[in-house]
T-cell receptor
């Protein structure tokens, strides 16, 4: 079973920041937080991951609370092409024996 | 190819038939995963290969499902005596050792299976 909970859906205006929350209150000390997204009719795409420090790359920023029980994925300037289902996953890093457990994710709709 | 390739992209079959779905991972990627995705749901893990061996097949729903990766590259997911409940998009993903350490799985576009 997925170890995370996310809102079912969210809307965001084009050009504004999209903030997608994720709760992972049972996260273990050696588990990382990963984010993937899935655009309609495509396979999931990796976005970003982190352990406890905030992370940023060309796609997004990841903010993890100090107690690591929740995190927020931030798309700083959402475009229509960011409309997708976003999945938050916790997983032990470097453990090839552990698969990624996807929940239902958050359906983000970026509106013009 | 540049990405993970899955064939066929669409497969329609009749209940009770046998089906094979193929995954061609990114060249050099040692890890290969199969997932299944039903409408409105997140991907559901089926099986994971490290090289030629199945490291974790705990997600296979029953013994009608089987997967192989004989040379550590291409993998085939085999479904016997298909049932209507097997209808879904079957996703394949691969990762290299380096990419796996960052958690980056590269997914294919999926094979959509419809069992009538």
């Amino acid at each position: 079973d997925a170890k995370t909970t996310q809102p079912t859906s969210m809307d965001c205006a084009e050009g504004r920041a999209a903030n997608l929350p994720c709760n992972h209150s049972t996260i273990s000390g050696n588990e990382y937080v990963y984010w993937y997204r899935q655009i309609h009719s495509q396979g999931p795409q990796y976005i970003i991951h982190g352990l406890k420090n905030n992370e940023t790359n060309e796609m997004a920023s990841l903010i993890i609370t100090e107690d690591r029980k929740s995190s927020t994925l931030i798309l700083p300037h959402a475009t229509l092409r960011d409309t997708a289902v976003y999945y938050c996953i916790v997983r032990v890093r470097d453990n090839y024996g552990q698969n990624f457990v996807f929940g239902p994710g958050t359906r983000l709709s970026v509106l013009p | 190819g540049a990405g993970v390739s899955q064939t066929p992209s669409n497969k329609v079959t009749e209940k009770g038939k046998y089906v094979e779905l193929r995954c061609d991972p990114i060249s050099g990627h040692t890890a290969l995963y199969w997932y299944r995705q039903s409408l409105g749901q997140g991907p559901e893990f089926l099986i994971y290969f490290q090289g030629t061996g199945a490291a974790d097949d705990s997600g296979l729903p029953n013994d009608r499902f089987f997967a192989v990766r004989p040379e550590g590259s291409v993998s085939t997911l085999k479904i016997q005596r298909t049932e209507r409940g097997d209808s879904a998009v079957y996703l394949c993903a691969s990762s290299s050792r380096l990419a796996g350490e960052s958690g980056e799985l590269f997914f294919g576009e999926g094979s959509r299976l419809t069992v009538l």
